[in-house]
């Protein structure tokens, strides 16, 4: 500390602060950087509590000598660069101000997302912009939506599950008295603290989990789940499990949540298949030509009744239901052989209400029908698609995703359902895992499912993004399926 040279400034709060106003510190900084890129081969970095490190003269400066010998490094420049962006120092909270090179843990996609779907009031607006990918926080430094890494949960704080059963922290086994570890962590238990055998409670813990993971993987950005989270996997409410090397922080495989590991599969491979959830570009809100003259913008927010959302809606406190529209002609990118991207429309319905909210369905302006593709309350499975203008009842804290109907082709299926239903062995299809709850209620009444339908092929193919060699589909088989797979579950 200046003048008090026997005391350090600690902005970590666990001690080792570097001084990068030090030549040598910032020597050992690059040259640690250098070395693990050249010689261990690393793709990148996650700096944690970043803001330190930009720490000169007490306050954080996004123009301080760290970013500048990171921006001209001819090596460390080359590779990702996460920022956790914030430490515990006076103005360390700088989600959205790091250099344009950088992406950044957004640490308000967090809380907007939690305080969303357990009904705080006042979030709608925001719950819309951190779902288009953040573009008030980055748009402004030239970055793209893939700047915000968007998460729910991390290693610090609670999991997903946890995060749906407890509203306080239970760190007692850290030896602290329960002192230790976040104490407002935007979790709802719903309606009963911790383990309980009540099925009505395990159900919309079960929902919201699912409500929490679609959200995440259908927004623009880069999606980033909590190991175990796709699981169902519990610290028992512990939020602060860094010293733990135990049963607690330990991932128990006799546990696992199959339904929730199958919904979180189908989820990932619907934002893989489908480049409307990954645009390059944020959106704009502009017409986009769809052919004969009609014009849509490439995004349009719905209120409940079917029309356009208007500012009076979006400053409502009271507002917890909202619909988007994402035009998929109005993808403002282009593969690696310079073909414009399109893709199919979508529809998405968010209810965090605590009651069934119906939405009418807009014009056969946006699509003549839609087929649901995902529904987090169960409710969507065996229907037939939803016709323009219809009303469409979404359940009490839920989210229903609709893709414009197609007719079934008589090609080989080579849709998701189809790939997920080989690789499994089983007739579970996409539409199956998506839609059937993951907690069993009493009922015992059975769902039938009916597979999504493949879109008839296209003029133009730049609209499919090339697969993903580490994740290749299983085959697909050779006909399609037309019997409907039958899935017991309750709703």
Not at 51 to 65: G, H, M, N, P, Q
Not at 70 to 93: H, T
Request: proline share 7%; charged share 25%; net charge negative.
């Amino acid at each position: 500390m200046e003048g008090d040279e026997k005391h350090y400034m600690d902005y970590t709060g666990t001690g080792n602060s570097l001084n990068v106003r030090s030549p040598h510190s910032l020597q050992l900084l690059m040259d640690s950087l250098r070395y693990w890129v050249t010689e261990m081969h690393v793709d990148g970095f996650r700096f944690d509590l970043a803001s330190t490190l930009a720490r000169e003269f007490y306050d954080v400066d996004k123009l301080s000598t760290f970013f500048e010998l990171i921006q001209q490094d001819p090596v460390v420049s080359q590779v990702k660069l996460i920022a956790e962006p914030w430490d515990v120092g006076p103005g360390g909270y700088q989600v959205g101000n790091f250099p344009p090179q950088w992406t950044e843990w957004n640490g308000k996609y967090r809380d907007t997302v939690r305080d969303f779907w357990r009904g705080e009031p006042s979030t709608l607006g925001e719950f819309a912009s951190r779902l288009t990918g953040s573009a008030d926080l980055y748009e402004h430094s030239g970055r793209r939506p893939v700047a915000s890494i968007n998460f729910v949960t991390a290693h610090d704080g609670f999991t997903l599950a946890d995060l749906v059963s407890y509203n306080e922290k239970h760190n007692e086994a850290n030896g602290e008295g329960n002192n230790d570890g976040e104490s407002h962590n935007r979790s709802w238990n719903c309606g009963v603290e911790g383990p309980t055998e009540d099925p009505k409670v395990l159900g919309l813990r079960a929902r919201q989990q699912r409500n929490f993971i679609a959200s995440m993987l259908l927004s623009q950005g880069v999606p980033m789940l909590l190991h175990g989270d796709e699981l169902g996997r519990t610290q028992r409410g512990n939020n602060n499990g860094y010293c733990q090397d135990s049963e607690l922080t330990w991932i128990n495989w006799d546990s696992v949540d199959q339904p929730l590991v199958e919904f979180t599969a189908a989820v990932s491979a619907l934002r893989a298949k489908h480049p409307t959830f990954r645009r390059s570009r944020f959106f704009d809100g502009r017409p986009v030509l769809r052919g004969e003259g009609e014009r849509l913008p490439d995004i349009v927010w719905l209120d409940v009744d079917g029309t356009t959302m208007t500012p009076s809606d979006w400053d409502s406190g009271f507002g917890r239901s909202v619909g988007v529209f994402l035009n998929g002609d109005g993808i403002r990118g282009r593969d690696n052989q310079g073909r414009r991207i399109t893709d199919v429309n979508f529809l998405l319905y968010f209810n965090a209400h605590d009651d069934e909210v119906g939405f009418k369905v807009p014009s056969d302006e946006y699509a003549p029908a839609w087929d649901i593709i995902i529904d987090t309350a169960g409710g969507g499975a065996d229907t037939e698609p939803v016709q323009a203008e219809a009303v469409l009842g979404v359940g009490a804290k839920s989210l229903v995703v609709l893709r414009a109907h197609s007719v079934p082709d008589t090609d080989p299926d080579h849709s998701v359902a189809a790939s997920l239903a080989a690789l499994s062995q089983t007739a579970t299809t996409e539409t199956a895992s998506l839609t059937s709850p993951a907690t069993p209620s009493p009922s015992t009444r059975k769902l039938q499912v009916v597979p999504e339908a493949t879109p008839e092929p296209k003029k133009h193919h730049a609209s499919e993004p090339k697969a993903d060699p580490e994740n290749k589909p299983g085959a697909a088989p050779k006909k399609p399926r037309k019997p409907r797979a039958h899935k017991n579950g309750g709703s």
